[in-house]
């Protein structure tokens, strides 16, 4: 005990209050001090790394503002009252601190913000996926039924077909005649067909390309078709115009 002590009657304290012996003993601090003097240019973090790298980065201003606030309290229990000078650098140092401390809570925000938006985008993106899956479920269900309807029903057969040939007609390329008419330019006209485009002897009612998938069906109609239903591709040979 010094003799300053002893005059003023003051009392050793049995060690340094925890802020001190947080920054000056404390391993984790010295690890955080170096951290300050590299790059945090870190990428593929997840959000709670991406929380604790900011409070690291910051680490020392979170120390220094604990100790100063430390000292403020510990004056006030003193009944110490500062110059007018001292007390406005002390507010100012705080000040400055408390701001910085508030800057690294923004952030942490931001980065809560952000996280909370990609995960609404990846349920967004699960959820649309979902819906095309249903929906290729409904078609694939519904092209079932229409093979169904056309190989049991002559009638469903007949009206397939009539739309069949209805859409390749609406799709082919008018006469010669009234595409002139039209006003297109003579080099298309030598893509206009001058022969039919339509096989007589095709018995499809849907459109297909070269290859063919045949599937087998259980022998019982009223039963659902198998999953595991097996399939054999078929070529088809060169159409002859």
């Not at 007589?200 to 009612?205: G, I, P």
Request: include cysteine; hydrophobic fraction near 35%; aromatic fraction near 6%.
């Amino acid at each position: 005990m010094t003799k300053l002590q002893r005059v003023a009657s003051l009392v050793n304290i049995p060690q340094v209050s925890s802020s001190i012996f947080d920054v000056t003993d404390n391993i984790r601090a010295k690890i955080y001090s170096l951290f300050t003097r590299i790059d945090f240019k870190v990428s593929n973090l997840n959000t709670q790394e991406a929380i604790a790298l900011s409070i690291i980065k910051r680490y020392l201003d979170f120390k220094a503002l604990e100790i100063w606030q430390e000292i403020q309290t510990e004056l006030e229990v003193e009944n110490v009252k500062l110059v007018e000078s001292d007390k406005k650098c002390l507010d100012v140092i705080i000040a400055k601190l408390e701001n910085k401390v508030q800057l690294v809570a923004n952030n942490q925000k931001k980065i809560l913000q952000k996280c909370l938006e990609e995960e609404i985008n990846e349920e967004c993106d699960y959820f649309q996926k979902f819906k095309d899956s249903q929906k290729q479920k409904e078609k694939s269900c519904i092209d079932f039924i229409s093979f169904v309807e056309r190989t049991s029903d002559y009638n469903c057969l007949q009206r397939a077909r009539m739309k069949q040939l209805d859409l390749i007609e609406k799709s082919r390329l008018k006469s010669r005649h009234s595409l002139q008419q039209s006003g297109i330019k003579d080099c298309y006209l030598e893509y206009v067909t001058k022969h039919t485009t339509v096989d007589k002897k095709l018995t499809t009612t849907t459109f297909s390309g070269r290859h063919v998938i045949v599937h087998s069906t259980n022998l019982d109609p009223s039963l659902k078709p198998s999953l595991d239903m097996k399939h054999q591709p078929i070529k088809l040979p060169e159409l002859m115009n």
